[in-house]
Each structure stands twice: as structure tokens, then as C-alpha cells.
């Protein structure tokens, strides 16, 4: 691979400190960086690169996943450089090329360039904008090698806006030099989905409407807003949560197979499942969708304030913390499959999984026995934070009355394969490096998952406390939520 700059805009920021440089550093431990890759970050704060290497050792050792060794560390440091600029103002970008010529030119970099909007989103149309005035975006005989974005999330707000920030981004690079990050496509869990339904003889043939009765997909965390609550007033779960990481789970649950590896038949795949899911009608909305907010609770026995007393957020906000949908695919494959999404902040327990349920089986055989009603085969995805596999099956009870109980098959990536995994923004870096685009959304699969959820945000814009639900903190959301599946005989899980 040949080696490149990651231009970091937003470097004294906590996702820069928390995640991506710890990840950088877990890349250059396990020897997956390029000779000569280096970082220069870009902000307004006056460091200098020794300030800056500094700032991000601290956060190194507070937050590298594989550990921190301060010989490796001292070894990785020299990589990472420092550039004080306000990106509002079109003069600091002169000053901004010089520097990345000459680093390119001192570490034998041939030019190549990686931009990362680690700023908040107001900033992203101006700062593309402004990368293509500086005549960055493109290879000029300084600076001949490839040139790759990657846009953090939120990517836009609404169709409309969403729309408009792929229109500003694409006049200035192409699209497959734009990587729209999800970190939660580069978790392991999630890239085994794939290999699970697809690399198995025996799950695919089963996987469809005949032998599914529902599908529920979980992302429940016990945090709160941390601190970010003028952010998360402005998104709420189902703009923060289900429009990338929830519907992306579901693509990958649902999708046909791909003619190939390649990542344009897999993204094709995967916007055709979006789009076949069925579009519900504003004044329908609240049929299919409950919101939730957290008043006060207790969670590991700690109590925990409100949504509304937490910072910067209004003492009469109608911001959702949790939101949970039933949404219908309407193809050939998911008919009559409910798939409920759920999410939220402040719940009881933190965990992402994927809970497929298969149809009972017929317990006729089994009905004056003990045990009565047989449970249906279960099978559980783990993304976090255990990420592993278990499938439920009935096995019989020891003793001399015949009666079935379930059991579990446990498969932990823990156990199979030890410790070894790349974390997930690591992971999705190093593919942008070899310009890999599999795992990053297209732009029509923003646009088609915006599009689905437009007729929700549209009700709520009109009254911002329709559907809106309080639970309190610890528990597993609203109870007006148990409605969506118990409409088609189903209940959620208790992970
Ligand atoms: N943090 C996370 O866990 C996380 C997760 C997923 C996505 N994201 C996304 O990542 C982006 C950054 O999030 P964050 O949490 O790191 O935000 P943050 O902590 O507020 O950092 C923002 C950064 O932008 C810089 N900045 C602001 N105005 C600037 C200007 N005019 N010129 C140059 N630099 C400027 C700030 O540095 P100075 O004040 O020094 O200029 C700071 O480095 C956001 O879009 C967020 O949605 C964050």
C-alpha cells in the first residue's frame, strides 16, 4: 500500500483523541501502516506538534484498545503533526498546502491525501468547499497521488439535506473518492453477518419468510448524552441511530446474495433491500413508531438525572432517547416479516445484538407432555458487547417424563480466536487507505434511508411531543413501545 497524508480537520476534538488516532496507534502496533503514512491535524487551538503529541499520548494510553507501550508509542509519535488554522477563514488554507507539500516531500509521501471532517457538520460544506478552492481535491504536479474524504456522520439532517451536502461534496470529488463513515460496519461482528449468511451452507436456504416469524434489532446503550446534549437536542435516536448504524444492521440481515465480493454488488444489494422496505405515510407514523425520552432512574444502582436536567439541553425538550419501529420489507424473500427496531440511551443494559426468530414448530407431539407449548429456535447476533453467536434449539430434559427445554450453542469471538481484532474506525481507516469502499454507504443508500424516515421527522416537526414516551432510565424504554410487536403476536426480547 502506498503511503498517504490523513489531513485531520478537527484534530483537537474528542473523536480525533478518543478514537482515531488510539485506532491509528493499534494500526502501527500490529504493522498495518505504511512506511511514511503520517497525521496532520488541523485546528484552531494553538499546539505545537510536540503540544499535539503530547495531548493525543495522554489519550493513547487512556483509550488505545490493544494497549499502550510507551516504546511503540515513541516510535509511532514522529508521524503526527500539527497545523493551527481556522478553517472559516479562506486565507488559513494557503498556508495549510505549503505545510502539506512539504511533509509530503520530507516522509517520501507521493502526494497522497486523505481528508477527514472530524468538525461539526455545520462546518462540512464550507470546509469541501474550501479544500476544492485551495485546488486540493485534485493532483497537481506537487502533489500527483490519490485524493479520498471521508465524511463523518451525521450526514444530513433529512432527505433534503442530505441531499444537498451530496450535491456540495460531489462537485468537488467524485464519488468513489468520498467514504461516508459508519463505524459500525467496521466492527468484526457486523462484517461476520455477511460471512455467516453467506460463507454457511446450511442458515441461507432457512433465511427467508418460510422458516423467519420476525427479526429484532437491538442498540441499547446505558449512557446518557455525555456532556453533548446542544448536539444530541439538534439529532435525537432516530437521526443519531437508526438512519445509519439500525438500518444498516438490517441491510445485512436482509439482503440477497451479491454476484461478488466487490464492493458496488454488495452496496447494490444492500440499497435494494432499503428500497424495498415499505414506505409509511406521515399520518400513519404513529402506528409503526414509538419514541421514548428517560426521566430519572437508576442504573448499576446509581441514580441518574433526567434527559431534560442534563447539559445544554431544554427543560422542556420533546428530543427522543429512544425510539423502537416496526417496518415491513416487501419482497419475495420478507413478506409478512415484521422486523422491529429498537434503540436508545439510559436503558438497562448495554448491548447491540440481531435476534432472529424462527416459527415454532408444530407441538402437537409434545402437548400432554410437561412441558406444553414448545419455544421456537432462536438465533442471536452479539455486535457488542460480547461479540459472538448463540442459537437456541430444544433438547430434552433429563430424567423419565419426556419434556423439552431450551438450551444454547455459544460461539464468542473471544474464545475462537483470542483477542485479536481491529477496531472498528482502525479498521474502516485502513480501507480508505487501500480504497476499499465495501463497507462505506453510497450516496443513493443515504438518500434512500433519509427517505424513509422523512415521514417521521415531518409528524414530529408538526408537534414535537406526538409519540413521544417517557421511561425511566434503566429500564428497556417506554412501555407504550410493547404495542408494535405485541400488534403481531410477538414480544421484545429481554437481552
Ligand atoms: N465524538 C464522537 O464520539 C463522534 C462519534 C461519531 C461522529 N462524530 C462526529 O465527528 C465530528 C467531530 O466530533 P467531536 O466530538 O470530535 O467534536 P468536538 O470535540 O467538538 O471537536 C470539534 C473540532 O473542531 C475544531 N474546530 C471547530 N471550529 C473550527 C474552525 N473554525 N476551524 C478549525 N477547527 C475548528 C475544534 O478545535 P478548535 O476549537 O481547536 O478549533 C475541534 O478540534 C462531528 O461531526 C460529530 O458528529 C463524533
Not at 43 to 63: G, I, K
Not at 326 to 338: E, F, K, Q, T
Not at 408 to 432: C, I, M, N
Request: aromatic share 10%.
Amino acid at each position: 500500500m502506498e503511503p498517504s497524508l490523513l489531513v485531520i480537520f478537527g484534530a483537537s476534538g474528542d473523536l480525533t483523541r478518543r478514537l482515531l488516532v488510539p485506532d491509528l496507534f493499534g494500526l502501527f502496533a500490529e504493522k498495518l501502516l505504511p512506511e511514511g503514512f503520517a497525521v496532520l491535524g488541523v485546528s484552531r487551538t494553538a499546539y505545537t506538534d510536540d503540544a499535539f503529541r503530547s495531548l493525543l499520548r495522554d489519550a493513547a494510553r487512556e483509550h488505545a484498545r490493544g494497549g499502550f507501550d510507551p516504546a511503540l508509542w515513541d516510535a509511532f509519535a514522529p508521524r503526527l503533526f500539527y497545523h493551527p488554522a481556522d478553517l472559516d477563514n479562506a486565507e488559513s488554507y494557503t498556508g495549510l498546502v505549503g505545510r502539506i507539500r512539504s511533509l509530503c516531500a520530507e516522509r517520501g509521501i507521493p502526494g497522497n491525501l486523505i481528508f477527514y471532517t472530524a468538525v461539526a457538520p455545520k462546518h462540512y460544506v464550507s470546509l469541501v468547499r474550501r479544500i476544492g478552492e485551495a485546488g486540493l481535491s485534485v493532483p497537481s504536479p506537487e502533489l500527483p497521488g490519490f485524493r479520498r474524504v471521508v465524511v463523518e456522520k451525521p450526514f444530513g439532517r433529512d432527505l433534503e439535506s442530505a441531499r444537498a451536502l451530496n450535491r456540495e461534496v460531489l462537485s468537488v470529488f467524485r464519488d468513489d473518492q468520498v467514504y461516508r463513515i459508519d463505524h459500525f460496519l467496521g466492527k468484526e461482528t457486523v462484517q461476520n453477518i455477511f460471512v455467516f449468511r453467506f460463507g454457511n451452507g446450511i442458515f441461507e436456504p432457512i433465511w427467508n419468510r418460510n422458516y423467519i416469524d420476525h427479526v429484532q434489532i437491538t442498540v441499547a446503550e446505558t449512557i446518557g448524552v455525555e456532556g453533548r446534549g446542544d448536539f444530541y437536542e439538534e439529532a435525537g435516536a432516530l437521526r443519531d441511530m437508526i438512519q445509519n448504524h439500525l438500518l444498516q444492521l438490517l441491510a445485512l440481515v436482509a439482503m440477497e446474495p451479491p454476484g461478488s465480493l466487490d464492493g458496488d454488488d454488495i452496496r447494490g444489494e444492500k440499497l435494494k433491500v432499503l428500497k424495498s422496505i415499505e414506505r409509511v405515510a406521515p399520518e400513519r407514523a404513529g402506528e409503526v413508531c414509538v419514541r421514548g425520552q428517560y426521566a430519572e432512574g437508576e442504573i448499576d444502582g446509581k441514580r441518574v438525572p433526567p434527559y431534560r436536567t442534563e447539559k445544554n439541553v431544554s427543560p422542556s425538550s420533546f428530543t427522543e432517547t429512544y425510539v423502537a419501529l416496526r417496518l415491513a420489507i416487501d419482497n419475495w424473500r420478507w413478506a409478512g416479516v415484521p422486523f422491529y427496531l429498537r434503540t436508545g440511551k439510559r436503558m438497562g443494559r448495554k448491548v447491540s445484538e440481531i435476534a432472529i426468530q424462527f416459527h415454532h414448530a408444530p407441538s402437537l407431539l409434545f402437548k400432554d407432555t410437561a412441558c406444553g407449548q414448545l419455544e421456537s429456535n432462536l438465533l442471536v447476533i452479539n455486535i457488542q458487547p460480547e461479540e459472538g453467536i448463540f442459537l437456541r434449539f430444544g433438547a430434552k430434559d433429563p430424567g423419565p417424563e419426556v419434556c423439552v427445554r431450551p438450551v444454547d450453542f455459544h460461539f464468542t469471538y473471544r474464545e475462537a480466536f483470542g483477542a485479536r481484532s481491529t477496531p472498528a474506525y482502525g479498521r474502516l481507516l485502513l480501507d480508505v487507505m487501500h480504497g476499499d469502499p465495501t463497507l462505506f454507504p453510497r450516496e443513493d443508500t443515504v438518500e434512500t434511508s433519509w427517505s424513509l424516515l422523512d415521514p417521521f421527522l415531518r409528524r414530529w416537526e408538526e408537534d414535537p411531543s406526538r409519540d413521544l414516551f417517557f421511561y425511566p432510565a434503566g429500564s428497556w424504554g417506554p412501555r407504550e413501545a410493547d404495542a408494535l410487536p405485541e400488534a403481531g403476536g410477538d414480544r421484545w426480547r429481554r437481552p
